[in-house]
């Protein structure tokens, strides 16, 4: 193993011992008791009410593994749109293998695509512990042997996680659908946005640009988190192998579906070998998450969840873990917006099995980990495909099939992944560089601040955000306003970049994985609602940033600091979303270098 991997990941094992020992144990006697626990007539009876005949003899005879199918399926969702048809074909592959199944629940998915802007975006993030409680409200009836976990897109699949790591004791296979096939190319569509920010594009024209570029269903082509959890599912050996980015059209996707069926029966106590979640999933796993998405270029929201998905399984993982990680793990793939190639594109090029292969062969995941495929990660590091409509797996080549989306770990992108940890007397916050040009990875400026989004847009339009800045937009944060992410501002710093001015953005909020060319300073903690330094900002402040020292300075005095008010946060929240219902997560939400989660545990 390398040496900063290895020593990582022995961290975390050793700073969570007692809380892994002690959940560990509580899975393990959960399933036990599960074991040994019997329902009563009434109960059983009120489980097979509506059930087909088959089934009904399966779950009589007894025996035989009983499965929980979770979805987050909705036609809102492209993404998971093809997950309408799973529950059945799911069960027809479970029947074969002797199994039953029923469709446990299906969980709120919402789409940081339709909402951005808007101020139903201050619900997606609490949308992942909701999605958590909603999971465990799902598998609460107590009569499973095993799940099937449904879910493609941003808070979807982390929700699902921490809601499965919450019923540890049993075994779990995550199911995913794959992406579009490639439209309009994320360069172009980024380009028309840029235009239309500046008003040198028409709405008709920005409509169309958006419309080719999402246009059927399956997730959306760049490396966004939707993506990113698929490759980090994969890592932590949750997956068919192979299953990440195979089209949710293709005979291929089909018969990778029913081989999670396949797969999971086989992980129950009734099939070759027992594997409970709480097992599989250990700090060796987190870390292979971790590896593959520095070394990809992942999303920047992983750095909220991984933290809230290791506390589920009993491990305390941080900031400093992941940026010690992405000083020795390479960038290794190009994929928009670190490049040009959407996610067919990288998989065609080899994908996820040639990414893992590297990063073992270089020491830098670990190969000794459970997975749902059996012992050892290797598994992972071949490709599906059909022969004779059998579903098989074979080597990957040798060498890249393009160079310009995925290279060896001898000759990376770069040395070093791009995460980046700032730490400084503005507090902690996440800045990620794989997508932004070197030359811009420092900045001294005078500090425009405003208390919402809404408002930075409208001083951009009016033409009042002139020379070098550093944009501060801040009450973000979790406890704020669900930490939203803040993508519309990305398309009128990318112009004033591009017109010559030096700009950056600091806030507690977010921008997930598809931040794009400009240097961003996000996930700030302590956020401004809880009294950061960031509260205490003004115009003019001088704001230093610079990514190749991990510098993140406000150049001013901390005596005249100390001298001023805390600035208070907006209190007209927008009506018509339902955001007066999620108060009570506002209130108790952890800050965002904990995951940000408001399930507040002992």
Known sequence: MQPTVERITQQI??????????????????AEQGLNSAHGCSNL???????????????????AAHIAIVSSYNDMLSAHAPLKHYPDQLKSALYRHGASAQFAAGVPAMCDGITQGTAGMQLSLFSRDLIAQATAIGLSHGVFDGA?????????????????????????????????SSGLSNPEKAAVRERYAQGQASRDELLEAELAAYHEEGTCTFYGTANSNQMLMEAMGLHV?????????????????????????DNTRHGSHFLPLAVQLDAKALVNGAV???????????????????????????????AQLSQVVPLLAHVYPNGVADVNQFHAAGGVAWLFKQLLEAGLMHQDVYTAAGRGLDAYTREPYLQDTKLQWRDVAKESRAASILRPVDAPFAVHSGLHL????????????????????AISAPARVFDCEADALQAYHSGTLSGDLVLVVRFQGPAANGMPELHKLMPILANLQANGQ????????RLSGASGKVLAAIHLTPEAAKGGVLSRLQDGDIIEIDAKQDLFHVHVKPEELALRSDAQAPSNAPLGYGLQLFAAQRRWVGPADQGASFLVED
């Open 45 to 63: 009876a009120h489980v097979m009410a509506a059930q087909s005949d088959q089934q009904r003899l399966i779950m009589r005879q007894g025996g």
């Open 292 to 322: 593959a998405l520095l070394a990809s270029g992942g999303s920047t929201n992983h750095t909220l969840h991984l933290p809230a998905i290791a506390r589920a399984a009993g491990y305390e993982l941080r900031w400093e873990d992941l």
């Open 241 to 265: 192998p192979g299953s990440a980015f195979a089209s949710p059209v293709s005979n291929l996707r089909h018969a990778l579906t029913d081989a999670a069926a396949q797969m999971l029966v």
């Open 148 to 180: 099937l976990y449904l879910g493609v897109c941003d808070k979807i699949v982390p929700g699902l996680l921490i809601g499965a790591l919450h019923f540890g004791h049993l075994p779990a296979v995550f199911v995913p659908a794959g992406p579009m």
């Open 502 to 509: 030096k700009v950056a953005l600091v806030t507690d909020g």
């Open 13 to 30: 094992e050793e700073r969570s011992k007692l809380k892994r020992s002690a959940y560990v144990a509580n899975a393990l006697q959960a």
């Open 422 to 441: 700032l730490a400084g007397n503005l507090g902690r916050a996440v800045l990620k560089t794989s997508a932004v040009q070197e030359e811009f990875w």
